[in-house]
Structures are given as C-alpha cells and as structure tokens.
C-alpha cells in the first residue's frame, strides 16, 4: 500500500518576532532580533535579565473571553491563538474535517510553570483552603493545551502531548505526520507552545550556567556558531500547523505550504543535557530521517539547526559534516534561526520546522545573525547576517533536547 503524502496546509506562530505568522517571517527574513530586557518580572537579581518575550499579544482578540483567562496558563492561551492562525489559513474554521477524523498533538516542555508560581505565592497569602482556584490544575497541566483546542474545533481523533524538551514541537509534528500516514486520522494539528519566562524558568537556566549573560547588548545575545557564544536566550511562544493527507488536501484545492516527507526521532542514551560524543545521535537521527524520505543526503539544500548558542553547536556541526560529506561544506546552507528568535523550549522545534516550510515556499534561507566571531571548529555555511533568495527543494530542520532525545524533519517545496 503506498504511503500517504503529507500536506501542511495552515500555520500559525506566535514568538518574540512577532504575533502571527507573516509578522514572524517577514522579522525572519528581515534578520531582526527579538530578545529585550525581562518585563513580566523583576530579574535584577539574576544573572541573565534578558530574554525572548512576546510583545503585543492579547488573548481577547483570539477568541478567549475574560472568564476563561484563569482556566488557562499563558502557554495554553498561545496554543489557542496560533491553533486559530492555522485552521484560517488552511481555510478549515468554516468547514471543519470529520470530528472522528480530526486530531490534535501539541506539547510544551515545561507547562505553566507561571501558573504555578502565582498559585503558590496565592497559597503563601491566603493558605491552602482560599489561595488555590479549582482551576489550577487544568490551567496548568501540559495536555489541556491540545485538550483546549480540540473543544473549540470538535478533534474527535487522537489527541495528546509530547513533552521531549527541546524536541517536543518536532516530535509532536512528526509523530501527528505518522498518524495520518497510518489512516487514523486525515487531519491533525500539531506542534509546541512555551511560556516559561518566569523567576523559576530564568533561575533554574541561571543555576545551570546556561544562560547568556550579555545583558547590555540583548539583540546580539543568542549567537550561535561564535567564539564569543555564551549560553542560549529563553523564549516563549507557539508553532502550530495544520496537517493533511495530501488527496485530502488536493481535493479540497487547498493552499499547500510544503510537503512533510521526512521524519526520525530517536535518544543519545548517553547524558541529562549534553549530546553523545560527537555528535552521534543527531547523525543516527539525520540518517533516519533521510532514510524516511528516500533521499540521499546531496537532496537536502538547508538544515535550521538546534544550535542554541551553546558549546554543543560546534558538535552539531560535526555531525552534519559526518552525515553530509563533502556535500556539507560544497551546496548545503545551515543557519540557526535561534539567533533571532531564541529558545522556546517546546515551541522552538515546531516554529524552525514551520520556517523551514516557508522557506522552501518562498525560496529564502533564513539567516544566522550575531555571527561575528565564527569558531573555527564551525566551518560550515551559516548564511551569515542577511536571509539568502535561493529556492531550495528539500530543507530539513534539527531538535535535540535534554536528557539525549532527538528529532528531524524534512520538507519540500510542494509541487
């Protein structure tokens, strides 16, 4: 039986470049930064007081009424708004697919990590029995996230979270690829959300020395792939997109952003946040995921890679050396769009996918900004500063996330 194609007919993002998708792109391609001072707490006692906020976004204008704000954390409410950018853009907000049919992965690496902390210090004030809401634990908890969307769209189908770290937003989308490729369902959306920028989600990140510190010049603080790299920036925000079988998509002439084509995901087995020597795992992943799509490696023309600014960009780019050959240094286009957007945890691997799509859309790579000092041990093209007009045919995007777990995507351009 052959195996059904997979089209991405919506997408829907919210990050510190922007609230909605074409505001988040056109940043992108723009090569601007949206890393600030912290705002939503007092961090002048840590650290790092930098970070990747969302400016500018209201949960009122994405269908959330008042009453509803204290039944769900803020990362809940930005799975909600980007889950409506989606479903308008693949044209499904009047015309829903079958509820049976219908699914929804999306996962977080952290969940409400404010909502907690605001419960808590609720407790502290007014003790247990007055300072906790009976909608604490469903505001908090990561599920009621795509457990959230799919009662505003009626997904009947599977339903679920991955939390994987780093790798969730990938893992989700890919994991929802293999749903419908299997027939349990015809439609899914999927992807991450984040909202972790709180004394908590700062302070652990600070304790482990993970952070950038480079507090006076926050725009030029996630520097992948430099010598002057010292640690990544949290962010926050959501990457969801609307999968679909592809005669489904077809037959419904819907606009189709790229095809999903490609997908691996599996663990270092090795430590709690560093990757395996040399990068092992990621390459396994890469093959896998090469494998998955049938191409060879010289079909790939761009990787958004996982580098986060951190020691484990340069084994990163060793194992894209390992997997690629000389293709990797001859035609293959490599940038960390992190540079821009920072780290959004559980969101960051759906939105460097969600990138990758439009790119091989529009025929643009997006760029690797900061990249003034390059380390020499990372010698591959980064396509430093400025976004690069080349129209490439397949991209493939990284996540990799503590405790060893991996994830890659491919896309291509659709035909």
């Not at 003034?372 to 400025?386: A, R």
Request: with cysteine; charged share 20%.
């Amino acid at each position: 039986m052959a195996r059904r194609r997979i089209a991405i007919t919506g997408i829907g993002l919210i990050s510190p470049l922007g609230v909605g998708t074409k505001a988040t792109w056109d940043a992108v391609q723009a090569g601007q930064s949206g890393i600030g001072p912290i705002t939503t707490f007092d961090a002048s006692e840590f650290t790092t007081r930098i970070a990747g906020e969302v400016d500018g976004f209201d949960p009122l204008d994405w269908g959330i009424k008042k009453r509803e704000l204290r039944q769900m954390d803020r990362f809940i409410q930005f799975g909600l708004a980007a889950s409506q950018m989606a479903m308008e853009e693949a044209g499904l907000v009047d015309d829903l697919p079958d509820p049976e049919r219908f699914g929804c992965y999306v996962g977080a690496g952290m969940g409400g990590l404010g909502g907690i902390e605001a419960t808590w210090s609720s407790v502290q004030e007014k003790g247990p029995r007055h300072g906790i809401s009976p909608y604490f634990t469903p505001s908090v908890i990561i599920n009621l996230a795509p457990g959230q969307i799919s009662m505003r769209y009626r997904c009947q189908g599977p339903n679920m979270s991955m939390v994987s770290a780093c790798s969730t937003g990938a893992h989700s989308v890919g994991e929802a690829a293999r749903v419908i490729e299997r027939g349990d369902a015809d439609v899914m959306l999927a992807g991450g959300t984040e909202s972790t920028i709180t004394s908590l989600g700062i302070g652990g990140f600070c304790s482990s020395r993970a952070l950038s510190q480079r507090n006076d010049e926050p725009t030029k603080a996630s520097r992948p792939f430099t010598l002057s790299r010292d640690g990544f920036v949290l962010s926050e925000g959501a990457a969801l997109m609307v999968l679909e079988g592809w005669d489904r998509a077809k037959a419904r002439g819907a606009n189709i952003i790229a095809e999903l084509v490609g997908y691996a995901a599996n663990s270092d087995a090795h430590h709690m946040t560093m990757p395996a020597p040399g990068g092992a795992g990621a390459q396994r992943c890469m093959k896998l995921a090469l494998a998955d799509a049938g191409l060879a490696p010289e079909a790939i023309g761009y990787i958004n890679a996982h580098a986060t600014s951190t020691i484990a960009d340069a084994i990163e780019t060793n194992a894209v050396r390992e997997v690629f050959g000389a293709h990797a240094k001859k035609a293959l286009a490599v940038s960390s769009t992190k540079s821009m957007h920072g780290h959004l945890l559980g969101a960051a691997g759906s939105l460097e996918l969600a990138l990758c799509a439009l790119g091989v859309r529009d025929g643009v790579l997006p760029p690797t900004i900061n990249l003034d000092d390059p380390d020499p041990e990372c010698d591959l093209d980064y396509v430093p500063h400025e976004a690069r007009r080349v129209g490439v045919e397949y991209a493939m995007s990284n996540s990799f996330g503590f405790g060893g777990t991996n994830a890659a995507v491919i896309v291509k351009k659709a035909d």
